[in-house]
């Protein structure tokens, strides 16, 4: 004796729905029920690659041959959110990212300058409208370039590889090496950027709250003119503040200290928040762009909160 199918009394739409549902609800489920059927199949594959996470050589390479398996459109229009967490192979992160043109949100967590010596930036120039970038862990361990990053770009998380405020004209600086291009000139090239975020890791040299007005520099006023060195749609600067387990106590006081300079000090430091950097900043950006609490929501909150109370 056969058993009637589950859903056939139910009309099609529906069971689209409940399917979709499914998947939205559960990426196991959703690999499942790619096998079902081709009409399942063609109901769930842009759910599962809308947010595609390789993290390893072994996901990447998988990732290849599935995009050979597809067709480019496909691919072009159907992910969104992109992290690579791999080292490479570099040649294969090129391919996906040529593949992926039409990406919204990007986490990279490779070496950018080992990739950009051997790829280049075509890649990464040529996606279509990339919104959000975050830089993590090695991305820009030894320095990035600005090529590397959509002109489009909005929202930009990036690891700040020293400040010293013995260097009131280029306080900061995201690269090992010495040089004006190793500081914030080369946001200059991003006219779009509205938020910013830097993971940083105070040292015992500098008091950590004297990066406090030199990030406000960054953020334009009603006074501030074109040949200032503020970045023009800049409204937001989050600190995300590193610390080991045993300096966890000095990485809050940290925390609290920045945000109680910030506010102190008002005008365009209200727009800098400093929180504890997340435990892996590559499961925050997934979490987020799966529909979780978003990386720059509780900073816009508590910026919100202080312009509230300052215009009373």
């Known amino acids: ?57 072994r996901s990447l390479r998988a990732f290849v041959a599935a995009i050979a398996n597809k067709p480019s459109e496909f691919m072009r229009t159907r992910v969104r959110n992109l992290g690579i967490f791999t080292l490479g192979p570099v040649q294969s992160i090129d391919r996906v990212l040529k593949a992926c043109a039409g990406v919204q949100s990007l986490a990279c967590g490779f070496s950018l300058p080992s990739y950009m010596q051997t790829q280049g930036s075509d890649a990464l120039q040529s996606l279509k409208q990339p919104r959000e970038q975050h830089l993590l ?71 950590p709250t004297a990066i406090v007005p030199h990030l406000s520099r960054l953020i334009p006023t009603s006074s501030t003119s074109d040949s200032d060195a503020h970045l023009p749609s800049l409204q937001l600067i989050l600190i995300q503040v590193v610390g080991a387990t045993k300096d966890a106590s000095f990485a809050s006081e940290t925390v609290s200290a920045l945000n109680a300079a910030a506010e102190s000090a008002g005008g365009p430091a209200l727009r800098v928040v400093a929180e504890l950097a997340p435990f892996s900043a590559a499961r925050q950006w997934e979490e987020s762009v799966r529909g979780g609490q978003g990386v720059w929501d509780p900073a816009e909150a508590v910026v919100q909160k202080r312009l509230t109370s300052s215009s009373k």
Request: charged residues 15%; glycine residues 4%; aromatic residues 8%.
């Open 137 to 207: 862990g090695v991305a820009c361990r030894d320095g990035w370039d600005a090529s590397l990053v959509g002109p489009t770009v909005t929202h930009l998380r990036i690891h700040l590889t020293s400040f010293d405020s013995s260097r009131p004209e280029s306080p900061f600086s995201f690269s090992n090496t010495p040089g004006p291009d190793s500081g914030w000139d080369r946001l200059k090239a991003l006219p779009s950027l509205t938020h910013l975020a830097v993971v940083y890791r105070p040292s015992g040299s500098t008091p």
């Open 1 to 57: 004796m056969t058993s009637s199918f589950v859903f056939s009394n139910l009309p099609v739409e529906l069971v689209r729905d409940i399917l979709e549902h499914a998947a939205h609800s559960d990426r196991a489920t959703a690999r499942n029920l790619t096998l079902v059927s081709s009409a399942v199949k063609h109901w769930t594959d842009p759910i599962l690659y809308d947010t595609v996470v390789l993290s390893t050589a």
